[in-house]
């Protein structure tokens, strides 16, 4: 069954954000650029210095004594010429963007996909990492753990009318309370739906008016209700304006998660915070169980966005980057706001993949850490470049601007350099 154009799948947006990497540039590329603007100019002149100057001072009588033989314009051309060859900066203008095409080539080996040089880059920049909860450090896998009804409601009944309010939505806490109905749902019965973002749901189902969500519904609805002390997320039922009970809903850490936090705070980030829509309890004993700096809890998604912005005006340097990682649509805005967007590429949504600066494709925040590996061992290798092929030119341009060098000196300054640096690139690839 046909569901999307090709051009709107997956693999088509994925192969896109690929091609357009190269558009987004790193600090050092931007940098190279501009120096190879003040560069060439000033080696044409010096160049062109070198084949007029000599002459015209052998050809002025009280010069003339300092020259050991007659100098002739053939002669110091083709010495300027040389210098040219020396100069040009084939080097540093082909190794260092081969160098983060590396980088990204190496990250998309292994289901990371960077979407620019610049990002890759300001891994190595990374101060504090702001991570999701549902579904990216927990694997937004949700199971019915406990049903509680309430003022004579019994439990199938409960949990009936539950799953078919929820039967509209994709939520993943919503599939989890349909999984545990395990039963066909009446469509026919559900009169009216209406999914309240940030809090939960309004419908009318077999003639009930019911709600269901969590303690922010009940309070904006003026509901009283009982305050549940529990580890896992609570969703609270009311049916005709009367609290029926409550569902308990737990989802599970991924494997990978407690080591991808420690790993990353071994490679240098300072400080790991998490936002969570759930209560102050859950967000409490997942981020003690997690090693976390930081967590917020009980934020909408516009509320996300604020302490993100708050975050971002505490930062004490510019060069610090804040990182926010998350999968759902909710996060998008989030995601563009911080200094670098990571989205979970496998279960997240197509807005949070959009709105990402980088995807990882398989869902694992241990992919993180290989991405600052990476990203660290290509800064390394494209200032290794840098200083090597800087190094070499400055002394052979010396060397040519003396006119003491050959054309085969030349070719080794230009194209020699030049094949050693590109080889060079390419042991980011292992």
Same mark, same amino acid.
């Given at each position: 069954?046909?569901?999307k154009?090709?051009?709107?799948?997956?693999?088509?947006?994925?192969?896109?954000?690929?091609?357009n990497?190269?558009?987004?540039?790193?600090?050092? =590329?931007?940098?190279?650029?501009?120096?190879?603007?003040?560069?060439?100019?000033?080696?044409?002149?010096?160049?062109?210095?070198?084949?007029?100057?000599?002459?015209?001072?052998?050809?002025?009588?009280?010069?003339?004594?300092?020259?050991?033989?007659?100098?002739?314009?053939?002669?110091?051309?083709?010495?300027?010429?040389?210098? +040219?060859?020396?100069?040009?900066?084939?080097?540093?203008?082909?190794?260092?963007?081969?160098?983060?095409?590396?980088?990204?080539?190496?990250?998309?080996?292994?289901?990371?996909?960077?979407?620019?040089?610049?990002? +890759?880059?300001?891994?190595?920049? #990374?101060? *504090?990492?702001?991570?999701?909860?549902?579904?990216?450090?927990?694997?937004?896998v949700?199971?019915?753990?406990?049903?509680?009804p309430m003022?004579?409601?019994?439990?199938? =009944? #409960?949990?009936?009318?539950v799953?078919?309010? =929820?039967?509209?939505?994709?939520?993943?806490?919503a599939q989890?309370? +349909?999984?545990?109905?395990?039963?066909?749902?009446?469509?026919?019965?559900?009169?009216?739906?209406?999914?309240?973002?940030?809090y939960?749901?309004?419908?009318?189902?077999?003639?009930?008016?019911?709600?269901?969500?969590?303690?922010?519904?009940?309070?904006?609805?003026?509901?009283?209700?009982d305050?549940?002390?529990?580890?896992?997320?609570?969703?609270?039922?009311?049916?005709?304006?009367?609290?029926?009970?409550?569902?308990?809903v737990?989802?599970?850490?991924?494997?990978?998660?407690?080591?991808a936090?420690?790993? #990353?705070?071994?490679? $240098?980030?300072k400080?790991?915070?998490?936002?969570?829509?759930?209560?102050?309890?859950?967000?409490?004993?997942?981020s003690?169980?997690? $090693?976390l700096?930081?967590?917020?809890?009980?934020?909408?998604?516009?509320?996300k966005?604020?302490?993100?912005?708050?975050?971002?005006?505490?930062?004490?340097?510019?060069?610090?980057?804040?990182?926010?990682?998350?999968?759902?649509?909710?996060d998008?805005?989030?995601?563009?706001?911080s200094?670098?967007?990571?989205?979970? $590429?496998? *279960?997240?949504?197509?807005?949070?993949?959009?709105?990402?600066?980088?995807v990882?494709?398989?869902?694992?925040?241990?992919?993180?850490?290989?991405?600052?590996?990476?990203?660290? &061992? *290509?800064? &390394?290798?494209v200032?290794?470049?840098?200083?090597?092929?800087?190094?070499?030119?400055?002394?052979?341009?010396?060397?040519?601007?003396?006119?003491?060098?050959?054309?085969?000196?030349?070719?080794?300054?230009d194209?020699?350099?030049?094949?050693?640096?590109i080889?060079?690139?390419?042991?980011?690839?292992?």
């Amino acid at each position: 069954r046909v569901t999307k154009r090709f051009s709107e799948s997956t693999i088509s947006r994925i192969l896109d954000l690929v091609e357009n990497a190269a558009s987004k540039k790193a600090p050092t =590329e931007k940098f190279i650029t501009k120096f190879a603007r003040y560069y060439t100019p000033a080696v044409v002149f010096i160049a062109f210095l070198i084949a007029t100057v000599p002459v015209m001072l052998y050809n002025i009588p009280a010069f003339t004594h300092l020259f050991a033989h007659e100098e002739t314009f053939a002669e110091w051309v083709y010495k300027a010429l040389i210098f +040219l060859v020396i100069s040009c900066p084939c080097a540093l203008v082909i190794s260092i963007p081969l160098g983060f095409f590396g980088g990204i080539g190496a990250s998309s080996k292994r289901g990371i996909l960077v979407k620019g040089s610049n990002y +890759l880059e300001g891994l190595n920049n #990374l101060h *504090t990492i702001v991570w999701d909860k549902t579904g990216t450090l927990t694997e937004g896998v949700f199971q019915v753990t406990e049903i509680v009804p309430m003022n004579n409601f019994s439990r199938d =009944e #409960l949990l009936r009318l539950v799953a078919e309010s =929820e039967s509209q939505s994709n939520h993943p806490i919503a599939q989890s309370i +349909l999984e545990a109905f395990n039963r066909k749902i009446d469509v026919s019965k559900i009169d009216s739906y209406e999914e309240i973002a940030g809090y939960g749901i309004k419908a009318k189902v077999e003639g009930h008016h019911v709600l269901v969500g969590n303690d922010k519904l009940l309070h904006r609805e003026n509901i009283k209700h009982d305050t549940c002390d529990v580890e896992g997320t609570v969703v609270h039922v009311v049916i005709d304006h009367k609290y029926a009970g409550y569902i308990i809903v737990s989802d599970k850490i991924k494997e990978d998660t407690r080591i991808a936090i420690q790993r #990353l705070k071994d490679a $240098g980030v300072k400080k790991q915070i998490m936002f969570t829509g759930d209560r102050q309890e859950i967000a409490k004993v997942i981020s003690q169980k997690l $090693g976390l700096d930081e967590y917020f809890a009980e934020l909408l998604p516009p509320q996300k966005v604020e302490k993100m912005e708050e975050l971002m005006k505490r930062k004490t340097d510019n060069k610090e980057l804040i990182m926010f990682v998350g999968d759902g649509i909710n996060d998008a805005p989030v995601l563009m706001r911080s200094d670098i967007g990571v989205a979970m $590429g496998a *279960t997240g949504s197509d807005a949070a993949i959009e709105a990402a600066d980088i995807v990882l494709m398989t869902d694992e925040p241990s992919k993180l850490y290989e991405a600052v590996k990476i990203a660290k &061992k *290509t800064r &390394k290798i494209v200032w290794q470049n840098i200083t090597f092929a800087l190094g070499v030119k400055g002394i052979f341009l010396t060397i040519g601007a003396l006119g003491m060098a050959t054309m085969w000196e030349a070719v080794f300054a230009d194209v020699g350099v030049a094949l050693l640096a590109i080889l060079n690139s390419t042991r980011i690839l292992k």
